[in-house]
């Protein structure tokens, strides 16, 4: 791919959050949607109308490989992430995609391995790396600012426990929400070595019918010797609740967002303000970024990254950790095969 | 124009904000730019190909009448804006237009009157008004949150001082920035009937040469009894620092966004947050939002807002404010003629 | 009076705020209460109980001049201070008196020339100069951090309106409510030169009886070119609301307690905090803190600050602002004569 | 004693904290402190006059038996609590003595144990109690408004690391430092079931010397099936950081500190603010309100609290931490034998 001319794309799945990502792409210098795809019809042709692209699909895989496209967009379900993943790769293209990549290690593995072989440009969508809290700690712990580091914290409460259907196939509460603060850890502080998990069921129990735990805290050592916490709920009746912090010799970061607009209101002997609701609000401005980030790597010939190592390696990070739980003891990393 | 079918834009001007304009149009619904005119033919074909459209043109009035075109998006330089709104009034098209119609009472009365004998759809960019925290606000404010109002106070401080050449055609400090904060106090409280400035330089001798005042503050007296203050600068060593309050007989709203990113530091006995550095980072959202509503408007066939005649008042406010200054004396907002 | 022994106290005024005052000088080493003194003979003895000391009497005169008394602290109502502060000057006393001296400028001058000629160690109870926000702002600016000021702002809101009698013999807003303002400007940025006050009553109709204003809004020039801006009001529904502000040309600082205790509340999508109710909670530290310094400065023969040279031009200050708002127009401070 | 007359206390041990303790006492109603002891003449001396005290002695002994004595107040090294709080029992005292009662679950047990058969009123001081954060987050949960608990979180870090002498008297990490969180937890949760924790030596070799850590995270279950998590650092180069939440089915209280006095300091594009040194600006408040709190049950009749039960029981519970960090397992609090 020229990496001064435009970007084609091939766009594939137009659900809510395919709908962000087109509207985010549009605005983007060099960049030009040709194709979107979706089964439904009328998603197809709504996503192609947005992007004002040439072609509504139904078949993804026809996308993939529409003329003059570079890069390929996936925002399909879960479960179709790692074959559209290799189906581009192998057609060499550029891959965005959602993350996970699979909910299975193995799987996971293979496309890893596939991606490398063919050496292809692949993002997973870890959008919190492009938050600009996120970006801006992971800048200053890289500058020293902190010192050695020594501690870390992270606490994510999602604001609406998800239904039945959704529980089953989701990996459970480590793989699908603790993921993203696993991530998070690796990337502010560095690669785990052993955790420990506590969970139980407080909010509702159909996570115990789904064999799950909807709220948790985990010990972390990392290979560096910092020592963490995670804590994990499914549901928060205050809003969208993530909060990040890393500690060190010098100094420390908090990275939280407790309020939505830049209102206070004062009444009655006290002050308050609004929360986000959930993750769209929240990082409104990361999905942006990360797709940015994505297109202009790829205009400059840079890898993008978070790549899918580093998918598969928070994969058997979040992996360690359900097992820890489900086994009731410490459970090194290592022991996790990929 | 059909309200279901979507809305054809031309859009005149490709400068920094006209990027960010074209940007935040791209990803909308219904919307399709079809002209990008600019008189530097390179700026021209950058917006095109920004909005993937049909024509890149030099002469922005036959982007007006290109085919198909339904609204007229202007963001070209301050002088030319009456004679191009006229123009789009005219050829029966909706009009955003950035602010202001113009710097002079009569100039501006006469586009206000054109717009009206046309019924044309007009929207002029007090983008303020569309962040989240104005919003909110001024939803408060109309529930009745805060009671019946008492004080207004609103505090601006531009970053950085505008160069010399921009001072002597900018209108001075209150046409050119306090006029922002006379619109929000019209739109959160109600006109104005009577105003008290005074104004210094201390920034820069610069102004002094340019016959204007870099520092300024007002008494406001409204209409409904409320009493207001302004503080205006031209510079800010701290970053952009916009902060508005107002107060009733139950409440209190305070709007105001010290803090850029969800990043706090701490080190050496202290906690440190960053600012925006200006209003491109602070009104990111207002931006986006503003245009949102033009289009909206423009589909369920309502009439956007702030249209011209708000433009107008709060002209005749900044001019006002001004004669205050330059007579050193109050000035009743009726004094002055529209 | 030597300065390393420990300092005999007479305490006048047992009242809410005599008691306040006789807690902390409880805790102050080298400070002795001996006799408190009020005209009702329970509070006298609830005082003398509280202090440990040894006389509770009922005639303020005697406790003056008791035996072993080196400083005389003064909380009786406003139309005896001045008195009283005159007695304990010409007694050779040391003197610590709640703010006014008087309400009258001929009054206050009088006193503040009997204290120079007794060459007196007199404090007046300006308490906010010793709150740590205030005290750090006075500081920094110092210390040149704001670079040249330009510009400050204050808002005081009063939680509960006072009563028809009080505001009678008040003096009025502004030389009983708005002069804690006018004390920090000339604390904090210097003399103010001339002023410009417009008021209204918005919050009861008393106060039209009572021939005042309830709500004021103030324009402030200072010798040094700064600009100023004030707010006055005698309700706030959200407790008691003081903020002030001080920006210059390298840097701002911004002195306010929205938060009474470190608890934030999240709930229903918004977070929430309580507001200080009233002075004696928002200043209970800066209460503490100017009578630790006056009896500091008695120990180590340092003359204790603010004095009455500094209540008298406060005075003057607010009798400016006064004239300014009755006869509408700008009033130069010095034509205010003492 | 009558609970009407004025009470006398026996003060024990002026050191720093005791001077802190003496000052706040000072200002209390119907509260008389008659004797003050401390081995050191001279400290002895300095406390009496502070509190302008009938006795000073160097026999803490002899103060307890003081005539007029019906409350002591224990301020000495920690080695002599359990005595001290044993003899004033026996001699039919109230007490109030600084936590711990002993580093040892025998001798804490005994003194619980004689204390409850003398029906002694006896408070511990674990202050954070009295904190008006703390305090307003109890009465919330009490009231029910955070619904039912889910999860707790304390962070603990002390600004400046003890010396080796210190370490090796100090019971450890857990039994030292963080046994106001876990006294923390269980006030505001309830009493915990089981606890895992891991430490580590980030800070000084120091520690590993002492056989101690200076880092650890701890997970908790509480018997109400709430999870937990407490990080604990033995230094902080940002000052004193202390910050607790509890989050509950409909809400959650966070209780924290940051700013340490109400100003903010804008320069550079950022905004900055101070932190509190250490537990004695951070809880100012706290110690003055527990004293106030003792003296107040005594003077109604009603039991002072927290109790030697409950300084027992956060004993018990970080000794079982500190098995937990050394035997790297899970330790369950019903194996802690007292």
């Known amino acids: 791919m020229a990496t001064t001319d435009t970007i084609g794309v091939a766009f594939l799945g137009v659900g809510r959050m395919g709908e962000t990502h087109l509207r985010n792409i549009a605005g983007l210098h060099g960049v030009r949607v040709l194709a979107v795809a979706d089964p439904r019809p009328e998603a197809a042709e709504r996503g192609r109308a947005l992007a004002n692209a040439e072609a509504a699909l139904t078949d993804v895989g026809q996308a993939i490989t529409y003329p003059g496209v570079d890069a390929v967009i996936i925002v399909t ?15 060499g293209k550029a891959v965005f995609s959602e993350k996970p990549i699979a909910l299975d290690l193995g799987e996971t593995s293979r496309v890893v391995r596939l991606v490398q072989e063919r050496g292809a440009a692949v993002q997973i969508g870890f959008m919190r790396r492009f938050d600009p809290g996120y970006a801006r ?12 580091l020594e501690t870390f914290r992270a606490l994510s409460r999602d604001t609406y426990p998800p239904s039945l259907e959704f529980l089953r196939g989701s990996g459970g509460l480590f793989l699908d929400m603790a993921v993203h603060d696993l991530d998070l850890a690796r990337f502010l502080v560095g690669e785990v070595e052993e955790v420990q998990a506590w969970g139980a069921v407080l909010i509702d129990d159909r996570f115990a019918q789904a064999n799950d735990a909807d709220t948790a805290v985990t010990l972390l050592r990392f290979q560096n010797g910092v020592l963490g916490v995670t804590e994990t709920s499914r ?5 969208y609740d993530i909060r990040t912090e890393v500690a060190g010799s010098l100094g420390k970061v908090v990275i939280e967002a407790p309020q939505k607009t830049p209102l206070r209101f004062a009444r009655d002997f006290s002050s308050s303000y609004d929360h986000f609701e959930n993750f769209p609000d929240r990082f409104e401005h990361a999905y942006r970024s990360q797709l940015q980030s994505f297109f202009q790597d790829l205009q400059v010939g ?10 598969l390696e928070t994969l058997r990070l979040a992996v360690a950790v ?13 022991e996790i095969q990929t």
């Open 235 to 239: 549901r928060s009746n205050w809003g």
């Open 302 to 311: 840079r890898k993008p990254s978070p790549g899918p190592e580093d998918a």
């Open 77 to 91: 379900p879960t479960e179709t992430h790692a074959r559209l993943i290799e189906a581009a790769a192998r057609a």
């Open 137 to 148: 700690a992971k800048a200053r712990i890289g500058a020293g600012d902190l010192g050695r």
């Open 322 to 334: 359900t097992k820890s739980w489900r086994e009731q003891r410490p459970v090194k990393v290592a």
